[in-house]
């Protein structure tokens, strides 16, 4: 982790070592390249504050003939499809960050939102920056060149994909962060308030970027900075609060076998509530059950499984109308099953084999529609509820 933050941060730095040079046709040649780097990296702020807008305004002031030299060469921003796909998706999240956030029982739609909005934002700019890579004819300029099979990549843009990409997850990570503390104050009217300074702020940091790139990306050092100073205080209920009230939204698009199995057997999500061998308290891993032996297992990308055989003799089931607790009577086990497994408990119950020891009073109308059945989904007791769990 130290060493990609040195890399973006000798990246970010691009702006104040641009006239170390002492040739002169050196120094317009670095400048050429350089800043077109310093273009490119200053879309990271208003993206990491709202991708859709920014992507939307960007595309529109490209239309006009407003823009720095990378939005003018990317095929990407001068497209109608792109403007008009970006500016449907912005006015919809928009309705959802202000109307729903309104009501604390509504409000985790707007965090669901947010959620994915931080998703998309990692898939666009990938889509940004590599857009020059297959939508252009133009050869790479004293570059170093990877060929992979129909396309070339520069090590240029591997750099800046990579940095990009890890800029905004440390960013967004904090952002949301923020979104959640705002979420559990009293006073819903605060999360309408935040969600128009966001949009305002976005269009700011868009304008910026244009007007002056080498400003916004001293604005994307300052925030990275910022972020990563408070990640590790963020990370774990930027986590909690993902599992409890994000996936079970997200779960209503998903089928049974989805939610309960790998295809084969037992494999459900849990929230790690109590520190075992292999897992720190805070994590997100899967419960799965395979020839009557039980696994916390979690997938890494680019790292090797983590796996652990635990027991759950003496556990039980204990539900309330946010989660249910697998905990046993000494307490070294506890795990917490999101709202998406309510209404499975006693399969679950019967596949782990343990018992249930308080089941919650639900009112599900499976007659509602879509929207009512996610309106309906959480109370505002919930909310009092999922600040009582330990961190």
Not at 20 to 35: E, G, H, K, P, R
Not at 80 to 86: N, S, Y
Not at 230 to 256: A, D
Not at 338 to 360: M, P, T, W
Request: hydrophobic share 50%; proline share 3%.
């Amino acid at each position: 982790m130290k060493k990609l933050v040195l890399l973006l941060l000798i990246v970010l730095s691009i702006p104040f070592v641009l006239f170390s040079q002492t040739d002169a046709s050196q120094i317009q040649q670095t400048l050429t390249q350089n800043f077109s780097l310093v273009d490119q990296f200053s879309q990271l702020a208003p993206m990491a504050i709202n991708p859709y807008i920014t992507i939307f305004l960007t595309s529109l002031c490209s239309k006009i003939g407003f823009h720095n030299d990378f939005v003018a060469t990317n095929p990407f921003f001068n497209n109608w499809f792109v403007l008009i796909l970006f500016g449907a998706l912005f006015l919809f999240t928009a309705l959802v960050g202000t109307v729903f956030k309104t009501n604390k029982a509504t409000a985790p739609i707007g965090l669901a939102d947010n959620y994915l909005s931080n998703h998309a934002a990692l898939i666009i700019n990938g889509f940004v920056m590599l857009a020059p890579t297959f939508l252009s004819d133009n050869p790479a300029h004293d570059e170093i060149v990877y060929q992979a099979s129909f396309f070339s990549i520069s090590l240029k843009t591997i750099i800046v994909l990579a940095v990009s990409m890890y800029f905004l997850v440390i960013v967004m990570t904090f952002r949301f962060f923020i979104d959640i503390l705002i979420f559990l104050s009293p006073i819903p009217l605060i999360d309408t308030i935040l969600e128009v300074s966001k949009i305002v702020l976005s269009i700011v940091f868009v304008l910026i970027s244009i007007i002056s790139p080498i400003t916004s990306v001293i604005f994307s050092g300052i925030m990275f900075i910022v972020a990563l100073f408070f990640y590790r205080k963020s990370i774990r209920l930027v986590t909690r609060i993902k599992y409890l009230l994000v996936y079970p939204i997200l779960n209503v698009f998903r089928k049974k076998d989805t939610i309960l199995t790998n295809g084969t057997t037992l494999s459900i999500l849990v929230y790690i509530n109590k520190e075992t061998k292999q897992f720190k308290k805070g994590k997100v891993a899967r419960l799965e059950k395979r020839d009557n032996q039980i696994f916390l297992l979690q997938k890494r990308f680019l790292l090797a499984h983590k796996e652990e055989e635990i027991t759950l003799e003496n556990c039980y089931l204990t539900q309330t109308h946010l989660d249910t607790n697998l905990t046993n009577e000494i307490g070294d086990t506890s795990l917490i099953l999101n709202r998406s497994y309510h209404k499975f408990i006693d399969e679950i119950a019967k596949e782990l084999q343990v018992d249930i020891r308080k089941k919650a009073t639900l009112s599900l109308n499976l007659n509602t529609g879509f929207l009512a059945k996610l309106k309906n989904m959480f109370t505002k007791s919930d909310i009092a509820e999922l600040t009582s769990i330990p961190d």
